[in-house]
């Protein structure tokens, strides 16, 4: 019987389109995890210092500033403007990463020589990191 007789059977393949929602929840996923790691991290430089008090050179300005192990205490903002994240595509997958351009903001997190850690990503991070692995790991379809 040839398949134009009456009775056809087709059989069709979605896994182009299954790949193309797959990789489309994977971008949206990997940029929701993002916003949310970016508020967590400005979050954590909101705030007062409980460390060493001084006055601001040049001015009559006193500023705490943070104690060792503490996120950095804000005095002009500019490391907590810089905070931004951005959604990068690699090997068939996305990543999303949060950081800061500003030169001294490695210093801070991990500290130098003449200066302990004052971290501030890795404790937001450590904080909402359920919260990350509920937004990556939730259903597909």
């Known amino acids: 019987m040839c398949p134009t007789d009456g009775l056809e059977v087709r059989l069709v393949s979605h896994v182009a389109s299954a790949i193309e929602k797959i990789d ?15 508020r967590a991290v400005v979050e954590k430089l909101t705030g007062e210092g409980r460390g060493r008090e001084y006055t601001v050179p040049g001015t009559n300005v006193t500023y705490t500033a943070s104690a060792p ?9 500019t490391l907590r403007g810089s905070i931004a994240y951005e959604v990068r595509s690699f090997l068939g997958g996305y990543e999303a990463v949060v950081g800061s351009p500003e030169k001294y903001a ?16 890795r404790p937001a991070l450590a904080e909402i990191q359920g919260e990350l692995r509920r937004i990556i790991g939730g259903r597909w379809f």
């Open 24 to 38: 489309d929840a994977q971008e949206e996923r990997a940029t929701r995890a993002g916003i949310r790691a970016h």
């Open 69 to 77: 192990g503490d996120p950095p205490a804000q005095r002009t903002g």
């Open 106 to 121: 490695p210093m801070l997190e991990f500290g130098t020589y003449r200066m302990e850690p004052r971290p501030f990503v």
